[in-house]
């Protein structure tokens, strides 16, 4: 079920119009000192391959540009908390100055949920009187924003609201706010008066509560679908989020001050830059095209060449991962991005090394560029595979093909990372083609990978497959009388299968990787290594400083060292998917056995919201999923003498 366009030539903001947003809320906030928190709701158990180090040591884009977008308009006083770093964290004891913030949101994804709703749960238990506005965002939230509003009357909890879109969206709300906002009131009751006077109703982008007189949420409003930011050159610069990082700790309070600018670089090891995004594709899995309003958007590359050193230059990270949905999906803009980091390598003392994803079909498409790459430092590229057959999806990666794009890559000194998708109709092993799991792992492995990424197909919120899935019954509801939990999500358990014997695919996941990681592997490893690819610019493996100022003995120790640890990168990395193989297998047993004994119970429909739902004019909800209530109906009469209709 993917979520509407808007109509044709609505989709995107004017040009200028969040650069003047910004320079409005400035003018503000010199009126308003606000405080506020933000935190990333994170589960534990969701670390296991193929991302469980890249997960706890990079700080997320998308709380990280909310933390700057506040700085940038001039509220200081923030603090991004990750629950990655830490998990005790507890919104009734947090406090900036000695106060409890004005504002708190947790942005989550589907499966870090349950986190979410403690995080909320916990904020909601601080007295009213004194409760910061709550705010709900993020991937969770764009696609159910139901699910952070408590339809039990005798349990209520829940945000405020929910923003369904971007920065824009959230600077809307809070211009909107502020402008009813009168002296110290609180934000949640300036909130409160914007709501009931209709103030919300023309920001598209938000989900918001109507309640009775004694709390109850009686019906959600959803204000419709979000305008995009079509030039990203407009979004504040993300480097002001780092200087508002919550120390790690185990602590369940907030440190005096945010981390130290000397100590980031210890914690995120990587740092994300949202590049590009949207995608020309239209896989059914995937919700990328419709939530962009089938735009593809980018940054220009002197903005991301001016990003990266800043937080080079200021916190010292050398590593980046560029978070785009296709960094190939323009061919000019690519070409410019790739001028302008290779402008700033030239003339920078050290260099910098980063990563990225694309398809089969535009890396081949954009092989001549590959060199310029490399030298600006990129060291692999992930590339979105998914089924060598064409079974799942058709995107160009044919088995010579694909062989052909890790070739021009390995050649160019770039390491392919595929990444895979296990269905249904896909055996573990076939005697003819490359059909079978392992079978396009062989080919994979043979063709120079030294990583993979093996998911499970399961139904994403969003997507076209999202609907399908639960409507012909292969989403479980519960497994041995317990409810599928949130983290189940993670795309590696199997949650959504038309096997009788669904175990069967849960072990097909683990094979795979036992397949790809395993002891027989490291000797030849060792011997004849995968990761000993090209090497095409001798010098770029140092820095400026070493090229000009060492002795013709230390560059050659140095590149000796460099050169034999890049040899045995290939073995230790066989050693440290061994590692998260068995992280798998300890969350993964239990879980197994449930599929394999526990009586399985199936959804018939995908599970819509149980509060009414209705735009701001009182018809469907933007945001609603088929078999939502409309508020009016005679199990919900809160509007009265409304026709029964659902959305």
């Not at 158990?45 to 909310?66: D, E, H, K, Q």
């Not at 019906?219 to 993300?238: A, F, K, S």
């Not at 590229?381 to 794009?405: F, H, N, P």
């Amino acid at each position: 079920m993917e979520l509407p366009c808007r109509d044709c030539g609505d989709e995107l903001l004017r040009s200028g119009e969040m650069t003047g947003l910004r320079q409005r809320m400035r003018n503000i906030a010199s009126r308003h000192d606000l405080s506020s928190v933000i935190a990333c709701a994170f589960d534990h158990r969701s670390r296991m391959l193929p991302f469980n180090y890249l997960n706890t040591t990079m700080a997320p884009a998308g709380v990280r540009a909310i933390g700057s977008m506040m700085v940038d308009i001039g509220f200081p006083k923030t603090r991004i908390v990750l629950q990655q770093w830490n998990r005790n964290f507890r919104p009734t004891l947090m406090r900036l100055d000695g106060k409890i913030p004005d504002l708190f949101m947790v942005s989550s994804l589907s499966m870090h949920f349950a986190r979410c709703e403690d995080l909320i749960r916990d904020a909601c238990r601080i007295d009213p009187a004194r409760r910061p506005l709550i705010i709900a965002g993020g991937a969770k939230v764009i696609y159910e924003p139901w699910d952070v509003f408590s339809a039990n009357p005798d349990d209520q909890w829940g945000a405020d609201v929910a923003v369904t879109g971007e920065e824009y969206v959230l600077l809307s709300l809070l211009e909107a706010i502020l402008s009813f906002r009168a002296g110290n009131e609180s934000m949640r009751s300036a909130f409160q008066r914007a709501r009931d006077q209709g103030a919300l109703d023309e920001i598209p982008g938000l989900v918001y509560p109507k309640t009775d007189g004694k709390g109850v949420t009686q019906e959600l409003v959803d204000t419709g679908i979000q305008r995009l930011l079509g030039d990203l050159d407009e979004l504040p610069d993300p480097v002001l989020g780092y200087g508002i990082l919550e120390p790690p700790s185990g602590r369940e309070i907030l440190a005096a001050e945010p981390i130290k600018a000397d100590r980031v670089r210890k914690s995120c090891r990587f740092a994300a830059i949202p590049v590009t995004q949207g995608c020309r594709f239209s896989c059914s899995f995937c919700p990328i095209p419709a939530y962009n309003q089938r735009q593809v958007r980018a940054k220009s590359g002197e903005r991301v060449a001016e990003e990266i050193s800043q937080i080079s230059y200021r916190y010292g990270i050398g590593r980046f991962f560029m978070t785009d949905d296709n960094f190939f999906v323009d061919e000019q803009r690519t070409r410019k991005t790739a001028e302008a980091l290779e402008r700033y390598v030239d003339a920078d003392s050290f260099r910098i090394a980063w990563n990225t994803q694309a398809t089969i079909h535009n890396t081949i498409r954009m092989k001549d560029l590959l060199p310029v790459l490399r030298k600006t430092g990129l060291r692999t590229l992930w590339l979105g595979v998914e089924d060598l057959s064409g079974a799942l999806v058709k995107k160009g990666q044919t088995g010579d093909r694909t062989a052909e794009a890790f070739s021009i890559l390995r050649q160019n000194g770039i390491y392919p990372m595929p990444m895979l998708i296990h269905h249904d109709r896909q055996p573990l092993i076939s005697w003819r083609g490359n059909h079978g799991l392992l079978n396009q792992l062989h080919f994979l492995r043979k063709a120079g990978a030294i990583w993979v990424s093996v998911t499970l197909l399961l139904p994403s919120p969003g997507s076209k497959l999202y609907r399908e899935c639960f409507d012909s019954g292969l989403a479980f509801k519960s497994v041995g009388g317990v409810p599928i939990e949130p983290v189940l999500w993670s795309a590696t358990y199997t949650i959504a299968t038309s096997s009788t014997r669904p175990w069967i695919r849960q072990l097909n996941l683990l094979a795979a990787y036992f397949f790809f990681f395993n002891l027989l592997r490291v000797p030849k490893a060792l011997v004849i290594s995968k990761s000993a690819i090209s090497r095409p610019n001798l010098e770029a493996p140092l820095t400026r400083f070493a090229q000009q100022n060492l002795s013709r003995w230390k560059k050659f120790r140095l590149r000796l060292i460099r050169a034999l640890r890049t040899h045995f990168y290939d073995a230790g990395l066989q050693f440290y998917g061994m590692w998260g193989l068995l992280q798998m297998l300890r969350r993964k047993a239990g879980w197994i056995l449930k599929l394999m004994y526990g009586k399985i119970e199936r959804f018939s429909q995908p599970p819509a919201s149980r509060i009414p739902m209705r735009s701001v004019d009182g018809g469907p909800a933007s945001h609603a999923l088929p078999g939502t209530p409309v508020a009016g109906t005679p199990n919900h009469p809160t509007l009265g003498g409304v026709e029964e209709k659902s959305a």
